[in-house]
């Protein structure tokens, strides 16, 4: 159920039952030669929805906006700066709390939101916010680990591709040489998108992928990583409302 589509007496009865509600958070940026600008937004949002049918709860609409700056090299990208976001999310959070939802849950899909997200939830007093990334549970690493190995990288991976070849569209394309590889410290330095300033990552990135061979993913792998992340978010949705 999502809560752009639903009237105003259809969230209060709503409320009379629970006072949960997932909040999706993407970016709009660059994804490689094959990935949609979209790409978080849509996969945080498709299992969100997924989710939502699932656990029958509200889902809001996706924080879509987010801070990308590394990424501002490439065209269609899109980026907040990071206080922005952070006021952003604070006003959105507080609005649904505002209305009795004491119990958000955050489904992120880009690494660079986790910070401002969690000092964020930190500031609000009231609400319980729990925050999550779709690439959090075992049985999903699983499936990325066995499809894809190392070849899964880190920006624009062939997982967040593939779900969006299920959700959106498959773009055709001659097939794409791998990528450099990149080393285990790269990963640990780079985590949560600390990536450099744009000139240099365009540099580093030239076509935007970064460690990730974005065309080893197909419709059929995203099938399965939906299932599998909807039915994990599910589970740790229904835990955190009962908690
Ligand atoms: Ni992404």
């Not at 419709?219 to 399965?224: A, I, L």
Request: proline share 7%.
């Amino acid at each position: 159920m999502r809560l752009d589509h639903s009237t105003w007496k259809e969230v209060e009865t709503y409320l009379e039952k629970s006072d949960g509600i997932i909040l999706p958070a993407g970016s709009i940026e660059q994804h490689g030669p094959i990935g949609l600008i979209g790409t978080d937004a849509f996969c945080a949002e498709s299992i969100a929805n997924g989710t939502g049918e699932q656990c029958n709860a509200l889902v809001a609409p996706t924080l879509a906006y987010a801070p990308a700056p590394f990424n501002m090299g490439f065209p269609g990208t899109v980026s907040l700066s990071a206080e922005t976001f952070r006021a952003l999310a604070e006003e959105v959070l507080s609005g649904l709390l505002q209305h009795g939802f004491g119990h958000i849950y955050v489904l992120n899909a880009h690494g660079a939101n986790l910070e401002p997200l969690n000092d964020v939830a930190g500031k609000i007093a009231g609400a319980k916010i729990q925050i999550r990334s779709w690439w959090d549970f075992e049985p999903v690493n699983m499936i990325r680990s066995e499809l894809y190995g190392d070849w899964e990288g880190m920006h624009a991976t062939p997982s967040e591709v593939a779900i969006t070849q299920v959700t959106h569209r498959v773009v055709e394309h001659e097939p794409l040489a791998p990528p450099t590889k990149l080393t285990s410290d790269f990963i640990k330095a780079h985590s949560g998108d600390r990536h450099g300033p744009p000139e240099e990552h365009r540099r580093d990135f030239p076509d935007g992928r970064v460690g990730s061979h974005s065309s080893l993913a197909k419709p059929k792998d995203g099938e399965r990583l939906l299932a599998a992340a909807i039915a994990s978010v599910s589970a740790d949705y229904n835990k955190f409302l009962n908690e």
